[in-house]
């Protein structure tokens, strides 16, 4: 499985990107997808992820409420819809799949995930 993750830019505080993760290859059964991110000097931090089967995701505290994923299955890409961004968004964001069922206690986990994109560059200004 490849993903290709896209998207990123910069923009002003208060405003809005979508992120898009394209996967290609063997795609079928990757059941969740997620959302990470890495700011400069700290650890990665734990998005979103979504099943394929559901109209909802699991969000981090951070951005719940200002984040949406979503998941387009017959084209197997995952967005990520991130409204009112603020500075502490920057981040290099990165998709992720996983080969296997995750719970829903362990779906923040990232060794629970196996194919990973590239990134794509978020940053926000004040």
């Known amino acids: 499985v490849q993903l290709q993750a896209s998207g990123g830019g910069l923009v002003e505080a208060g405003g809005s990107l979508r992120l898009s993760c394209a996967a290609s290859?063997?795609?079928?059964?990757?059941?969740?997808m997620g959302w990470f991110r890495q700011a400069p000097g700290k650890e990665g931090e734990f998005v979103g992820a979504m099943r394929s089967s559901m109209n909802d995701g699991w969000y981090s505290d951070s951005v719940k409420g200002r984040f949406t994923i979503s998941r387009d299955n017959p084209k197997n890409t995952m967005y990520l819809q991130m409204n009112n961004l603020k500075p502490e968004d920057t981040a290099v964001y990165y998709c992720?799949?996983?080969?296997?069922?995750?719970?829903?206690?362990?779906?923040?986990?990232?060794?629970?995930?196996?194919?990973w994109g590239q990134g794509t560059q978020v940053t926000v200004s004040s």
């Open positions: 992720a799949a996983a080969r296997g069922s995750i719970t829903a206690s362990s779906i923040w986990r990232r060794e629970n995930y196996d194919y």
């Open positions: 290859g063997r795609t079928s059964n990757r059941d969740v």
